[in-house]
Antibody, heavy 119, light 108 residues
Framework: EVQLVESGGGLVQPGGSLRLSCAAS????????MDWVRQAPGKGLEWVSY????????SYADSVKGRFTISRDNAKNSLYLHMNSLRAEDTAVYYC????????????WGQGTLVTVSS | DIQMTQSPSSLSASVGDRVTITCRAS??????LNWYQQKPGKAPKLLIY???NLQSGVPSRFSGSGSGTDFTLTISSLQPEDFATYYC??????????FGGGTKVEIK
């Protein structure tokens, strides 16, 4: 069974940093591209960042470029999101998501981890 | 950047109704259009990928159609478990993805 389990969320002050983790199991993690997608309270879904299976291709939404860094450790079946210079508008549930191919979109999602940026 | 516009933003329907949700892309995305269902407090779930392909385990009352810039999600006979928010998403410009604003399907 495919499982994606996020951790690392919490309350952080504006300007602070946080690292999210996503533990993957039940599939060959090193064969799949991965995404982070977020959802602000009561709002829609927003793509945040993408990393290819070998980390050769990385992309960010304009709203987080220069502040967030995506990475992965295929030996540990783990995906990460390092978030710096956090703002109130970064408050959201952050989902880890698996991308099987360009055609198939996101086929599995984690349960999400809540990040709250507030003083 | 490609913008995705869903309509309506919300609708009220009864069990057994046929429901149609539309999604329009600001430029052509071929057939790289996916649909997701999200229930409160839960992660989204993939329903349909590449415009019309039903994800494994999804009931056949869900169907998708369209091409280019205009796409449709249809629920042929609405069931109680279908009350949720539905999102379209383009994957034409992967790695960058874009979601529609969502359509909330509520009980009439």
């Amino acid at each position: 069974e495919v499982q994606l389990v996020e951790s690392g969320g919490g309350l952080v002050q504006p300007g602070g940093s946080l690292r999210l983790s996503c533990a993957a199991s039940g599939f060959s993690f090193s064969s799949y591209s991965m995404d982070w997608v977020r959802q602000a309270p009561g709002k829609g879904l927003e793509w945040v960042s993408y990393i290819s299976s070998s980390s050769s291709t990385i992309s960010y939404a304009d709203s987080v470029k220069g502040r967030f860094t995506i990475s992965r450790d295929n030996a540990k079946n783990s995906l990460y999101l390092h978030m710096n210079s956090l703002r109130a508008e970064d408050t959201a549930v952050y989902y880890c998501a698996r991308i099987p191919s360009m055609v198939q979109g996101v086929d599995y999602w984690g349960q999400g981890t809540l990040v709250t940026v507030s003083s | 950047d490609i913008q995705m516009t869903q309509s309506p933003s919300s609708l009220s329907a009864s069990v057994g109704d046929r429901v149609t949700i539309t999604c329009r892309a600001s430029q052509t995305i071929s057939n790289y259009l996916n649909w997701y269902q999200q229930k409160p407090g839960k992660a989204p779930k993939l329903l349909i990928y590449a415009t019309s392909n039903l994800q494994s385990g999804v009931p056949s009352r869900f169907s998708g159609s369209g091409s280019g810039t205009d796409f449709t999600l249809t629920i042929s006979s609405l069931q109680p478990e279908d009350f949720a928010t539905y999102y379209c998403q383009q994957s034409y410009t992967i790695p960058s993805l874009t979601f529609g604003g969502g359509t909330k399907v509520e009980i009439k």
